[in-house]
Every structure is written in structure tokens, then in C-alpha cells.
């Protein structure tokens, strides 16, 4: 029991008879997912993907790992969206959030083709120098902006400095399984090619080849990581699981006038997680003019920063509070013979039992303050809790949107940007818009 | 003129006469800060900073950065909250968000003591084995738990390290200027010591000694940073100045309706900046349950998490835009004569030109959308532009604070998670509290 959910500091906010009237909801909702009947039924391949993997490409995929450790100082990552959180989540939960810094006998690992900044592609450019570098591109399509504009500068890098045969050896390709221009030039250049399935969107990705490759060369337990998740596809089984309960509650706090949801952790490991949640429930459930909008906090660092405005500004929001109940590394905090600081009371003791009594009193205080905390107990943060944790926001992610009425697995929106993007670069079909666009701008 | 704001986009959502209508009130906010007989008048200090600044010291914080860049490789820097954003913040921006992992001739910088958690610290310690480091430490009490923690860790890896006598010389510390722990335990040990003001509140606080020391370490022109600040202070001056304009709009949105305000950046260097902004305003407004949420995001990357969200979502937002004209690096985009990736339309041009056509796409889409884009154009990212747009948003912060009846200088529910935690660690003082709070522990 990896997992848990603690609704108990929700005492004054919600009442008993609140999740049974939800129950019928959660249930609708529960069957929709179980039955592929609803909205979006195309893209329910994570569904089952922990346990219905491809068990030849996970064996390709340690290996290909394996090939990029021996060869190359730094692995360069080439995607967006949910060809860039999921990986870059995991490994720095796993590992660290100063991954790159860290003296370890894996390589570094740059994610780029996630901006179209050129200052922030030049840095990285530079940190390459003089180094051996596998690039990893993941595009389903290969015509992504952000991505493309990326790999063309890191395929010519890798040609002009590995020659053309060199280079095909240092590329790995994450596309669609047999169409579109990234799985063409993949095939006839020879990279090695791994597969983004079609049943499965982006932000929901990071447990096929998107996120396992980069994952793995980080050093990671793959294995570990599906297993998790695999356990969770089993645990999380009806409504009166904490994922369906976790979900009920989303919808119960939205119904109550809650805007904003807030993913609080105690570990600065935990950031990107907070970020590729942000992108599960918020291109999930942010759409038809719906949805809560999804925030995040590392605590205590932001109670320094957010925590007056979480304590005692517009009550708008509610916190959904990662509690980890065993620290990565501990550090023995001794008692000081001078005591100049006056911290001796919270000596002679292990640093993250400090850390968990300032998660406990903010708890307290902003449940005070009247801010419904809802808490995930976690045992460790490890690759097999990781893997249940993203299995679990998944599920609930699927079973909130449902009970809120949206198709959770697409993301129209997201193309609003990319048109008028492509009208104002004058892209071929995009010319009737250009000078309309031109126009309004300002 | 370094920074413009630009209202044009907000045709559709504010009209002239609600302009109109808020001058009154705006000049009733300015009357009061300028003539500091308003809710936390003891904090103004930051208002004459610029140019009123302790000019010895300023040549002493010279100095010491350039006795910490002589003498390490590696710069700890130990604060929390005001006392570790600003200084990240400019950091990141100026020189860039990879700064450690760039090959540079300054030292490292890496910010401890802002989180309880074991494994970063831990992980901090690895990466400064073998080392030569130097350590600011920044608290004007000398006893805010986290910064409190990690100095005494860094204190005794130093005088083990280096002897007392050595590790003396490796110290610096910020902190009040006559009393605290702090101060006596750097007059007994004998460091040189920098000043937090008396009249400058922590997110204040940047264009001090509390952010000055790191951001000169990183071989940051400080003075250039202080000239766009005081230029700044001459600028937004008056109630049709654009930061008073700005502030205006903030308290228009939030009448509206609108909970969250997000600010947006094209560039990741500017990440941190966000950070810093969200504590300047959500500490300054967030209190007696009002305030504008403070959220961010970096484009376009986060367009493929949250810009779903932004673009059909609830319409709770709006956007603040950092409209950056001239990038700090570029790459020119080739021609590619096979173009087997259709890209070759964005081609022939510099990399910034396509973001910035992200950037306008992104405006119109948004607008179209129904969230209103408030525009920040600002020439370049480089220390004289942000001491301006530092100044700019702290200026705006407290007339916008002023202008909803907050008192934009104090943040009392941060001392709410404090006293839980020290009552919960059995703190000599907080035993009565004790018991009550382990008795509501779920």
C-alpha cells in the first residue's frame, strides 16, 4: 500500500453525505472510462499500457539506454509538451533536481525543442561542446514546431561532428508507428525508432517509449517504474478507490466555487512532477470554458513566497498536499553547544522530521485559515511509488473529467496558437489568414 | 525608454472611461505613498533605493565578490523567500536559467537554506565535495528555521574545511545592521557583514546587499542594475505613468472578476523572475481574503501544458505578457534542401523572429479567447532593463496594493505555518500550543 489518500483535515469543508451524493457521478463517470464509451474513447491506451506493454520495444529500449550511457557525456531530449514533462518529471524525482550537477556515471541529460527561445538553444549548444551527445527526438508527427526546429539543428551538429553513418548511430527516434516526416527520415536515415502509440496522448505518454528512453538513461528502474503503475491499474478499481474518491472531491471542491487547485510537495525533487500535473488536469479538464486551474507549490520554500496570499488572501483555492513519509537522504541535525541561533529544539533529531512538522503545521494552519487540504500519502519517492502516483493522477484525471462533463483527451485549444503562429510566418496554406492577423496586431 | 506598456490588446475587455474612473483612486493610492502616511509606511525604503543607497557599502559588496570569485569555485548562497529569489532571479535572467552548467569564469552558485528537505541539502553537499566554496549567508533575524539549518551545516563543513580562522574569511553575512543572532555571532566571529535595512521588506529587498552580493559573485554589472532602477524611479512618476496604468488595470481585472493574473515569458532565463513576482504580489495583495492570484508561465513552452487551460478554460485569468524585443542570443534558421520536415517556411531568418510571431499568434489567440493580454515591452534582458522592470513591478505592487485597500508591506499569515511548527517541535515558548495541535494531527 504505496498510496494513500487522507481526507480527514477536510472535516469543516466537506460532509459524508457530500461523496455519497457524488457516488452515482463517480460511478456514470467510472463506467464511461471502463466501457470506452465516452468522449475521447480513442485515446484510452494508458488504460492498460502498464501491464499491455510492448515487451520486445521495453527490452530495445534498456538496451538502446544502455548504448547512449557507454557512448555519450550528454543526452540531448527533443520534445514538448508530453514529450518533454514526463521524462524530465521522473528524473528529477528519482534522481534530483540538480540532476546535471550531480557527480554520477550516467550521462547529463538537456531537454530542448520545448521553447522557440534561441538564447536558451544557444546555452545548450555551448554546455555540448566538445562532448559526445546522443540526441533522443520525440515527435509523433515531426512537424511540431518547437521540436523540428531543434532537431534540424542538432542533426546537422551530430553529421558535421560524427559524419552521416556516425550520426545515425547517436539518433533515436520516438514517433508514430509507420506514418508522418519524423518516421520517414528515421527510416531512411536508419535511426533507431521507438513507438508513441496512437491510443495515447502526449500528457498521458510517460510511461510508452516518450518517457521510458530518457527515463532509463538517467538510471533509472524502468522496471520498477511499470510495476508501480501496474499495481495501481489493479488497486485503483472502483468507486470507492482513492483515485475515484480523489476525483469526486476535485468535482465536489469545483461545485463549491474552488478555482484553483494547488499541488503542494515538501521535496524540491518533486517540481517537475508538480509541472506534468499542471499539464494533465489542465489541457484535461480546461476547456468549454471549465475546468480548475491548476497550480503548484514546493513548500516551505513558497510558503515564503505564497504562503501569505494560500494563508490568508482571496479563498479561492484548495491544496492537494504530497506527504512523503520517508526522506531520499537524511541528514542528522547535532546539537550545537552554543546555541547562538537558539535552534537546539529542533536538534538531536533527523532534518526530515523537521521538514515533516512544518508540513504538519501547515496543514493545520491553512486548514485554519480555511483552505481545504486534501493529502496523498506517499511512502517514498522512489521509481515503483512514482509509477503508482502517475498512474493514479491519471485515472483521476480521466474520472474528473468525466464527472465534469469534457472530453479529457483532447486539446483544441492548443491548435489557437499554432494557426495564427503559422499565418504570421507565412506558412503554405496559412496565407489567406496573414494579413487579416497582420492587421490586429499591436 | 527602456520599458513601455502596451494596453492596445485590451480594446475588447477595458474601455477608456474605466480608466478614467480608477484615476481617482490611483491618485489617492500614489498620494499615500508618496506622502508615506499609509498601511505599512515604515517599509518605504525601497522607494529611494536606487539612487539613496549606502554607496560604501556598495564598493565593500564589489569587493567582496571579487574575493569570492578569486578564492571558489562554488558560491552558497543560504535565504529564504526575499532573501533567495531576487538574487536567482536577475541571475538567471542576466546570465542564464543553465548558469551552473555553463562554462563560465565565476563560481557557482547554488541557494540553500529555502526548504527543509534533507535530500536537496544532502545533494548540495555532494556536489561541493572537493570544492573551494564560500558562503552568504542572508537572515536578518539570524533565527528563520531554514536558512538557520543550512547555515549551521555550512558553518562546520567551512571551519573543518578551512580551520575557524580560515573559514572566517569564507563568510559573508547579510543581516540586520546592529541586532540579532546573526549579527552578534558574525561580530564574534569576526565576518564582514552586509546590511538588510530596517525599512526594506524581504521581496523588497533585491536591490540591496540581500541580492546584490550573489548577483555581482555571478559577474553581474551591478551598477547598470542600479541605474535601471533609479532611471525607473524617475519615470514612474505621476498617475499616467505606465506602472501606475498597470497597477490601475490589475484592481480593473480583479473588479471584473478575474482571480488570476498570469505572467508570461517567450524566454526560460526569465523563470525565476516569475517566481520573485509571484511573492512581491501575492505577499503584498494577498491578505484579509482578497487579492489576484499570482501564477506564471514560460512560453511557448507551457503553451503545450497549461495553454489548453489559457485558451478555453474557465475565463478566471488574465495575462501579463513580458514582451521582450531583442533576445539575448540568436541563431539564424537554414534553409534545408531536402525540407523533408516542411520547415524550411520559418527558415532563412533569425530563430527570435519566430518566437516572436509565437508571441503575437499567442496574443491575438488569447485575446480571442477571452482572456485580456496586458502587454510589457521591454527592450532587451540585461541588468539595466530588469532594475527597471524590478522597480516597475515593485512601484505598481504597492500603489495596486494600496488601491485595494491592503496594506501591501506586512505578511502576517506567514508566521501562522511557523508557530504550528515550532509548537510541534516542542520550541521553548510554544509547549502550551503543543498538545492541542498533535491532538488535531490526522
Redesign the interface.
Known sequence: MALKL?T??LENFVSAHEFEGMKPLCKAADEVLSSKSGLGNDFLGWVNLPTNYDKEEFARIKKAAQKIKETSQVLIVIG???S??GARAVIEAVK???Y????KDTP?IYFVG???????????L??C?NKDICVNVISKS??T??P??A???FKKLLEDKYGKEGAKERIFATTDRKVG??K??ADKEGYETFVVPDDVG??FSVLTAVGLLPIAVAGCDIDALMQGAADASKKYVGVESDCHKYASLRNIMYNKGK??EMLIS????MTMIN?WF??LF??S???????????SA????D???????????????FETVIDVKN?????F?EI?KEN????N??ANQ???I??K??M???????T???VPQI?IEMDKIDEYNIGELIYFFEKACAISGYMLGVNPFN????E?????????????GYEDMTAE?MA???
Open positions: 487522507n480527514e483535515y514538448i509538451g508530453g518533454y514533462l534530483s533536481s540538480l546535471n550537477n550531480l557527480p547529463d520545448n521553447s522557440i527561445s534561441p538564447t536558451y538553444l544557444s546555452q545548450v555551448e554546455i561542446k515531426g512537424t514546431t518547437e523540428a526546429v532537431f534540424r539543428i516526416v519524423l520517414q527520415e502526449g500528457r478555482s484553483i515538501y521535496e524540491p525533487t509541472e499542471k499539464q489542465g489541457e479538464e480546461g476547456k468549454d470554458k471549465k475546468g480548475i486551474f491548476p497550480s514546493v513548500y516551505s520554500t510558503l515564503h513566497s505564497m504562503g501569505q496570499f494560500v494563508q490568508d488572501g482571496s479563498r479561492v483555492m526522506p531520499q537522504q537524511d541528514i541535525l550545537d547562538n541561533d537558539g535552534l529544539f529542533l533527523n532534518m526530515s523537521v521538514n512538522r512544518a504538519q503545521g501547515t496543514l493545520l494552519a491553512h485554519e485559515g480555511g493529502v486539446q483544441p485549444g492548443v489557437s496558437y499554432k494557426k495564427n503562429m503559422f499565418a504570421l510566418l507565412g506558412k503554405p492577423l490586429k496586431l499591436k
